[in-house]
């Protein structure tokens, strides 16, 4: 390890070094999604912590200490009841209360240990120690699970990747199966049929409608939200990402919103961060994929990415239109937080759930994470 590498944790970091980095890694380890974050949880006191070779930023990550998340899926007691740890013990979250992703900034060629002893660090002042990884990748997990000891858990559901050869549409479509290739232009007849447009504008202009639209989305999957709650949430993403996100807004025949998706930039992949759609009124021919996939997917060729991040859930559809899925997973820093017994069984049950809805080729094992699965 280079003897001039040294750590400093800061309030605020740098934008540009910052993103430098998370351009590598993700939207959501970025300062416009890090800022969003502070915005939902304005009682979490926010450590960035950085390694420095001389003047240059080599690693970084945020981790925030608060009592409780306000979020169910980023609370480490509602995930995993049978944590050893209390209910009331406040919680360490490394690398994002929100985006469902935990991950060290830098590459492989980072100096982990370093960053992960200032993780440690922060841990042992506001939780006892313990801190938790809840959404990592194969490859990070791996990295962090060996130095702790610990054996990660297993999500339900994993990231869904789209990646983007060629140069073009045509590229993407020709790297599909035909079965596959056959879905996807059956809804773009579906859509060219229905007389549906799509237009290209910024949240700033249309929150209001697209919040109205989110809520609905919302409820279709038994989640509490009202119109102006996701109004609010759009307008505090918007404002933490200085108007950058591009909306995707989906018209009818009479010219009616009918739904619409979000979209933002960071290296060399796009992330579509949400979507929302008037399901009364929608003609369910495919404006789903339109939203998510076909336009972005266009959009990014232009760009030059080489990769949409669809984000998690719905896996099987999205597997059908070139998703590949990488699995998840939850990584505490203490090896005492659950029982290695009961986490590899969780883990057999989790790996038997995706495999039950995706072909094994669509699913992303990678880093030994399947050694994981099996029982000591």
Not at 210 to 229: I, N, S, V
Not at 282 to 294: D, K, N, S, T
Request: hydrophobic content about 40%.
């Amino acid at each position: 390890m280079p003897e001039d590498l040294r750590v400093e944790v800061v309030d605020r970091p740098d934008h540009a070094e910052w993103d430098a980095l998370a351009g590598r890694e993700s939207f959501y380890a970025g300062t416009r999604w890090l800022a969003f974050q502070r915005a939902l949880e304005p009682n979490a006191h926010a450590y960035h912590v950085c390694v420095r070779s001389g003047d240059r930023l080599v690693a970084a990550v945020a981790v925030f200490a608060l009592d409780r998340p306000s979020r169910a899926d980023y609370h480490p007691h509602r995930l995993f009841p049978d944590i050893t740890r209390p209910d009331a013990t406040p919680v360490t979250l490394i690398g994002g209360t929100n985006g469902y992703l935990s991950a060290p900034l830098g590459g492989a060629a980072a100096p982990l240990p370093l960053l992960l002893d200032a993780v440690d660090r922060i841990t042992e002042e506001h939780s006892a120690g313990l801190g938790w990884w809840l959404y990592t990748t194969s490859e990070h997990a791996a990295t962090i699970a060996e130095r702790a000891g610990v054996v990660p858990r297993l999500h339900a559901w994993g990231e869904c990747v789209v990646d983007l050869p060629g140069a073009g549409f045509d590229d993407y479509l020709g790297g599909l199966s035909r079965s596959r290739r056959e879905a996807v232009r059956r809804d773009l007849r579906g859509i060219t049929r229905s007389g549906l447009t799509v237009e290209r504008t910024r949240l700033s202009t249309c929150h209001e409608r697209c919040g109205w639209l989110l809520a609905q989305t919302m409820r279709k999957y038994d989640k509490e939200a009202t119109p102006e709650d996701m109004a609010e949430w759009l307008d505090k993403l918007n404002g933490a990402a200085a108007d950058t996100g591009q909306v995707y807004l989906c018209r009818d025949e009479r010219r009616q919103v009918i739904g619409f998706s979000l979209a933002y930039a960071e290296g060399t992949t796009d992330y579509m961060r949400v979507a929302g759609f008037d399901y009364a009124n929608a003609p369910h021919v495919g404006e789903y994929f339109q939203l998510l996939f076909y336009e972005p997917i266009r959009d990014a060729y232009q760009r030059g990415a080489t990769a949409l991040h669809v984000g998690s859930g719905s896996t099987h559809a999205k597997a059908r239109r070139g998703a590949r899925v990488r699995p998840l997973w939850a990584v505490p820093t203490r090896a005492e937080a659950w029982d290695v017994g009961t986490t590899t069984e969780h883990n057999r049950r989790r790996a038997s759930e995706l495999r039950a809805e995706l072909p094994n080729e669509d699913l992303v094992w990678a880093h030994g994470s399947e050694e994981w699965l099996r029982t000591p």
